[in-house]
Structures are given as C-alpha cells and as structure tokens.
C-alpha cells in the first residue's frame, strides 16, 4: 500500500530550492480531497508548488498544471487532509520519555515489574532510574509501594512517573536523598501517600509533591533535549500532524540556576528558527500559585515570534485529576468530604488571568473537575469585563467535567477547549476510577464534545502524549463512537456525546490553526494556503469508524 510515500523532509527541502515563476506543479494529487472550507467542503484533486498549495477543485483542470518534474499521485480510495494540529501535547517531554524505561500499555504488575528489572540491569550505569507510563488502575487505589522497587534495586534511586504525569512512583533510595520522611509536610498542592497509622512515605507522590524528589534528579542535558525534539517531531509527522501546541515546555528540567540552563523552549526557538524541524510549534510556559508574579516577567523575557514557531502562551494549572481524587469539585467526592484540590485562591485568579492577558498572551488552562472549569470561566469573564473584548484565544484543556449551567459560558466568553477525545470512552481509569467517585448524574457530564458544539462553542484536539497515544486516528474514532478503539460491541461512554466526522476533523485542523493563530496560513486547503497536507490510505467517510485507528498515512507534504 505504500506505493508513494514521499518522506516529508524530502518534500520541505525539495519545495524550498524549487521556485520557477511558471505554474508547473511540484506536486498533484489525485484522491478525495476534504478542504475544511465551508464553501467548497470537498474536491477531486490539490496541486502543490514551492510549500504553497496553487490549486484545490477537479481533476482535469488539476492535470493542466502537470509538467515533466511534477509527482503525481492517485489513491482513488485514500483521503486528502490539512495536516493534523494537535492542540495539547508535551512532544519534546514524550520523545525524551522514548528513550528512559517505558512502561506505557502494560497491564499487569508482572509485566511492570520484569519490565523495570530488564531495564535497570542493561542501564547499570545510570546513576538514576527513570520511567514513565505506568497506568494507576494496575495498582490498587492507583497506589504502588516503594518495596516493589526496593526489591528490584535498593541501592539506586528510582523515579517513575505515571501515564497521566500527575503521580511519580519512587523506591526508598530516592526517597531517602529527598530527605522524605514521616515528618515531611505535605507541599501545596500536593500529597505525599502514607501509611496510615505512622504517617511513613509509601512510594507515591501526587502533584507537586512529585517535585520534592524531581529536584534531586539530575538535569536532562542539551543534547538529551535536542535529541527527545528530532525524535518526537517524527513520530508526530508519522501520523500526520504537522502543527503543534506544546502544553508546558518548561517542566523538562526542574531549574536549577538561571545560567547554563537549556529546556524545552530552548530547543524550539532554535530549531524553528534554523527551520531544522517539519513542525510548526506554539510553545507555552508555566506560571504556577506561589511564584506565577516572577513567573511572569520571566516568561515575557523568554517569549519569541518565528514564522515556524512561537511561545506566547501562558500555561496554568487550576487542578489535578479527579482520577487522584485532585480534580476540584463542586460537589465532594461520592462517600468522602474530598473537593479536591483547587490550585488557586479564586480571586487571586482573576488577577492573574486579567494581568496576564494585558500582557497580550495567551493563556492554556488545565481544567478538569467542574469547580475547576467554573473558577476559570470565572476568572476569564473578570478578564473580559476589565481589559474588554479581545482576540486572546484562551483554551481550556482535558474540560472533563463541566457543570451544564456552564457549556453556554464558552461560546459567550470565547473560550476554546482542547479536548483530548482518546479519553473518552469506559477505560479502565473512567469505569473504576472516575464514574464510581462522580456517581451517576455526574458521570454523564463527561467530555460534553457534543453539547459545547451545539452551544456554538469551538473545540480543538489534541493527545496530551505522551499521557496517551498521539495518533490523531484513535481520538477520532473515539469522539465519533465513544468506545474503544476497534470495538464496536464496546460500552458506549455518554452516547449524546458522540459528533459527526466533519466536526471533529474540523476540530483536527482549523480549529486547531484557529486556536494557534495561524487559521491564515494552514488547518484548510485552499489556494494560497501552506501545503501542510496529508494524505490517509482511506477515506474515512467511507469507513466504519469503528476501524479508523487502523487507517495510517501514506505521506504528508
Ligand atoms: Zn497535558
């Protein structure tokens, strides 16, 4: 089936260097074109010249731009797409995370276990452990010990976070460098599991407990960094995503001095502006409760603007995940007096989003109980209220949990979310851990993609990888099934919730370039607009949804 893959490093470099004035094509293909136009929704063929795409309509009239160095392609049965836009992901962190100890996917604590062991015996010379991945519902209240790491290596301090980036677990050893012990408080926003009766560290620690331990890790190098970028930007491009919103770029390394000190953002300006990467990459960076004043002024010294690449977005954290027992509710959690935990004193809020705001950035929130949501909407319509209408684009990501009275809200204040729609569906986190805590007139409030489109709302997507998989198809066919992915006699999650292909593809691509800025140059395709173009080995208006995970690109451009 991979009759003419053309690799996209191949085409970038290949359209920069080729730039006659005539109209010979670079590039036409032939396929069922889906523009994301509303006025021309579909067409039979695209041309493509220099990165610019120069024609979208017919085929005939398509052919007549055929020359002699012109590629032409023909997949009568595939589909064509503007590129993907992942509205949420952490790329460079999830390409750095390829190369440390995986434990994404498995399913048992055997598998975890033998996983750990083979890993630590190949790398006996790391100083530190490090992994990722581990799913929660593996473990008992989400709650692994200590001692099963301790078994495994006693002596080498070990640091595991968990597939949703909110827990880390941590053997004895690095417990004991940390200094964590019965008598260790508990920072804000953020717990320290203990047993019960001595108050003792278990192993695990939620939120920003997980940094007590973090900051004795040493940091990732340049190297490690630049390379974690290369790595995740192919793995981005293989499933056809050619823009990105990179939600947090700060975290990789908890900062130790302002000197010597190269992250995430780093790499991103470099390489957009070097245009060494086939991304184009909205970056953002932390402004946290205790510090988010200093936070500020730093951000702004950091912030760039590139043809390829940006930071201008403010990332901030209002909760944690209600599958912790961190998302903030409105109402407690089934059978305890647990709210949860609301990163920031409400008001304080206000200040902050309105400040921040005035400061022409965008601001991403995490938002996932219903409290949460409701405090941000807050915060957002004080903003609006006091610096007046503007075109700031603020989103709202993961959404879990809205309150009804607040789906109207986001059309009215123009707030965009970022839905990871992978999430979905009754997995193990929603049957066990999050619908037996909401009960059951809450649990039908999950991820409302439906009800925010029909109150006239804009919604984007995105994976959050490497907290889940990043390939657009899965989220997809979730938002349109809420099941399972390939499981067609699979629970459904919220039925009423399901949307059509054309929105959530919408959601995909222009939405997504909306929600970057950039709903100008890329997200459609139409004459003028840059070739971010991808090409499906299917048509997914043809498909069974129930099988669109199985569909994979056959190139992009
Ligand atoms: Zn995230």
């Known amino acids: 089936m991979f009759k003419r893959i053309i ?40 041309v493509i010249k220099g990165n610019k795409i120069i024609f979208v309509g017919d085929e005939k009239s398509a052919l007549k731009y055929k020359s002699d160095h012109t590629v032409l392609i023909q997949e009568p049965d595939g589909m064509v797409l503007p590129g993907f836009i992942d509205s949420h992901v952490h790329l460079i962190w999830g390409g750095i995370e390829m190369g440390e100890c995986l434990l994404s996917g498995l399913t048992s604590q055997e598998e975890i276990i033998s996983k750990i062991e083979a890993y630590a015996e190949e790398y006996a010379d790391l100083n530190w452990i490090r ?45 004991s460098i940390a200094g964590l012990n019965e008598n260790t408080r508990d920072p804000i926003n953020g717990r320290i599991e203990r047993d019960s009766k001595t108050g003792v560290p278990l192993g695990v620690l939620r939120e920003d407990a997980m940094a007590l331990v973090e900051s004795f890790i040493p940091n990732y190098t340049k190297e490690q960094i630049e390379n974690g970028l290369f790595i995740s930007v192919k793995e981005a491009n293989k499933f056809g995503i050619t823009a990105i919103l990179d939600a947090g770029t700060e975290s990789i390394n908890q900062k130790k001095s302002e000197e010597d000190y190269f992250d995430g953002l780093d790499a991103y300006r470099e390489a957009t502006k070097n245009q060494e990467i086939s991304l184009r990459v909205n970056s953002s960076q932390y402004a946290s409760p205790s510090s988010w004043r200093k936070d500020l002024k730093h951000i702004k010294n950091r912030r760039f603007i590139n043809s390829q690449g940006s930071m201008n977005t403010v990332k901030i954290f209002a909760d944690g995940v209600i599958e912790a027992g961190t998302g903030a509710l409105l109402d407690p959690y089934v059978g305890t007096n647990n709210f949860g935990v ?52 603020h989103m709202i990501s993961h959404a879990q949990l809205i309150h009804p009275e607040d789906i109207e809200r986001f059309k009215k204040l123009d707030v965009i ?76 999650l919220n039925q009423d ?6 929105d959530i593809l919408k959601a995909y691509t222009i939405e997504g370039a909306y929600s970057l800025f950039r709903e100008n140059e890329i997200g459609s395709l139409k004459k003028g607009k840059l070739a971010d173009v991808i090409l499906l080995n299917k048509n997914l208006f043809n498909h069974p949804s129930n099988s669109f995970f199985l569909v994979f690109m056959l190139s992009a451009v």
């Not at 919730?497 to 054309?502: A, N, Q, R, S, Y």
């Open 7 to 46: 690799p996209l490093k191949f085409i970038i470099l290949f359209l920069l260097c080729c730039s006659q004035i005539d109209t010979a094509a670079d590039i036409i293909i032939l396929s069922n074109v889906v523009t994301m136009e509303e006025t021309f929704p579909r067409a039979e063929a695209i």
């Open 131 to 175: 992994g990722n991945g581990w799913s929660l519902p593996v473990f008992k209240n989400g709650n692994p010990s200590k001692s099963i790491l301790d078994k495994i290596n006693a002596e080498k301090p070990m640091y595991f976070l968990s597939a949703d980036g909110h827990s880390a677990w941590v053997n004895s050893k690095a417990l």
């Open 342 to 393: 609301l990163n920031w004193d409400p008001d304080t809020l206000k200040v902050v989003v309105s400040t921040i705001e005035n400061e022409g950035f965008q601001i991403h929130f995490h938002a996932i109980g219903d409290k949460a949501i409701r405090t941000t909407l807050d915060a957002f319509e004080y903003a609006r209220e006091k610096n007046g209408s503007n075109n700031m684009r």
């Open 417 to 492: 979310t970022s839905f990871q729609p992978l999430w979905a569906y009754p997995d193990p986190y929603m049957k066990e851990l999050t619908i037996p805590v909401l009960g059951p007139i809450r649990s039908k409030w999950n991820y409302p993609l439906k009800s925010l489109l029909s109150a006239g709302a804009r919604i984007t997507a995105g994976s959050d990888w490497s907290v889940t998989s990043l390939n657009p198809l899965f989220g997809i066919e979730v938002a349109v099934t809420r099941q399972k992915p390939g499981s067609p006699d699979g629970e459904i």
């Open 497 to 502: 919730e399901t949307v059509d292909l054309e």
